[in-house]
């Protein structure tokens, strides 16, 4: 049973910019993955060094993501579900059960459960949530490159104080989320 148990997690709820990314990971039971964790308790080093392994050793794994644009028009709760949806859905092998971090459940094709805090404690959790922080982490340095001025690279996307100023001087770009408070307050401000 368990080489057909996904876990499911997302990243990329809190942040004011860059898409939410979910994947979705099967372990091959016979290749365990020393180290899994909550891919927060992680160093960059070891959550870098892991993402590879996960990579190579995982039966399947996926990821599935929400825009800005969708996280704008249904919320970020709604776009966070719709991101872990696509994930299984990647999957090259169908899960029979899916295990899901935190306290909601996406619609998905396969029984599911949801698990509080389990990215720390279920290590087919802990695998996804490695793979979706590296991968969205990736991007938003990436996307650092093509809006230089903001920080992304350093903060990911989250309102920190050098964020927050950035935006106020520069102005909201395209992967800024419009519906998130501080990103809505300037643009009513007209800045």
């Known amino acids: 049973m368990s080489e057909f148990t996904c876990g499911v997690d997302e990243v990329g709820r809190g942040p004011l910019a860059g898409p939410v ?46 825009e800005v644009e969708e996280i704008d028009r249904i919320n970020i709760l709604q776009a966070s579900l719709l991101a872990m949806q696509r994930a299984v859905a990647g999957l090259a092998i169908s ?18 459960e949801a698990i509080v805090g389990g990215d720390g404690r279920v290590a087919c959790i802990s695998a996804a949530s490695i793979i979706a922080k590296v991968s ?6 990436s996307l650092d490159a093509r809006y230089p001025g903001y920080g992304l690279a ?6 920190t104080r050098a964020h927050l100023d950035a935006l106020k001087a520069r102005g909201v770009t395209d992967i800024h989320r419009r519906s998130f408070g501080p990103v809505r307050r300037l643009l009513e401000a007209g800045e």
């Open 21 to 66: 990314v979910a994947a979705a990971v099967i372990l091959d039971p016979r290749r365990p993955i020393v180290g899994l964790d909550d891919s927060k308790k992680l160093t960059e080093k070891r959550r870098e060094a892991l993402y590879e392994e996960i990579r190579d050793k995982a039966l399947a794994w996926s990821l599935g993501r929400a």
């Open 95 to 112: 899960p029979r059960h899916a295990l899901v971090d935190g306290n909601r459940l996406p619609e998905l094709p396969c029984s599911a």
């Open 154 to 159: 350093r903060h990911k996307g989250y309102p």
């Open 136 to 141: 969205r982490d990736r991007e938003m340095v």
